[in-house]
T-cell receptor, first 110, second 112 residues
């Protein structure tokens, strides 16, 4: 079982719709959580950190459920430019390394 | 957003050549990382450093080596490139005490 699991997709979503995807992690000692986005053949870019109380950044909302060990990302009013692969990333307490999910591919259609 | 640079951006070389991929960051970050990523696949950590004169191997076995003589510079060297080394190499950095990493644009390496 992978430490961080994501549905690879692709999620095909019409422009303007709301889309959500989850990521599950296996290590209960996980302490920090992030969503990155990666465009095709580009480097990953930090989208947002995920806080215990949940957090929002414009059209993006991230939630953490420690009991069930998953994090989620919600995108409202999706834009064509949101098309990318979204990477779920976890840090284990006491370890400087990040554990990367394989990513969920999102395609926004006009 | 961190300023982190990688050169070259693209490199095509023949088998057996020695190459060095450069990575520099201007943010004063103590921690630096090298990842390898094949198209459509996940990131794999191959080397990391917590500071000057500190280097460690990552989870993915790699024939490459790294050095960290200066805080801002973290070059990766392949002594004898092979076609199996064809991949994208991504350099990242982060502040001590913080986990979020910031990436350079990557070097796309092709070994013929």
């Amino acid at each position: 079982r992978k430490e961080v699991e994501q549905d690879p997709g692709p999620f095909n979503v019409p422009e303007g719709a709301t889309v959500a995807f989850n990521c599950t992690y296996s290590n209960s000692a996980s302490q920090s959580f992030f969503w990155y986005r990666q465009d095709c053949r580009k480097e990953p870019k930090l989208l947002m950190s995920v806080y215990s109380s949940g957090n929002e950044d414009g059209r993006f909302t991230a939630q953490l459920n420690r009991a069930s060990q998953y994090i989620s990302l919600l995108i409202r009013d999706s834009k064509l430019s949101d098309s990318a692969t979204y990477l779920c990333v976890v840090n284990i307490w006491g370890d400087y390394q990040l554990i990367w999910g394989a990513g969920t591919k999102l395609i926004i259609k006009p | 957003e961190a300023d982190i640079y990688q050169t070259p951006r693209y490199l095509v070389i023949g088998t057996g050549k020695k190459i060095t991929l450069e990575c520099s960051q201007t943010m004063g970050h103590d921690k630096m990382y090298w990842y390898q990523q094949d198209p459509g696949m996940e990131l794999h950590l191959i080397h990391y450093s917590y500071g000057v004169n500190s280097t460690e191997k990552g989870d993915l076995s790699s024939e490459s080596t790294v050095s960290r003589i200066r805080t801002e510079h973290f070059p990766l060297t392949l002594e004898s490139a092979r076609p199996s080394h064809t991949s994208q190499y991504l350099c990242a950095s982060s502040e001590m005490g913080k986990e979020a990493q910031f990436f350079g644009p990557g070097t796309r390496l092709t070994v013929l």
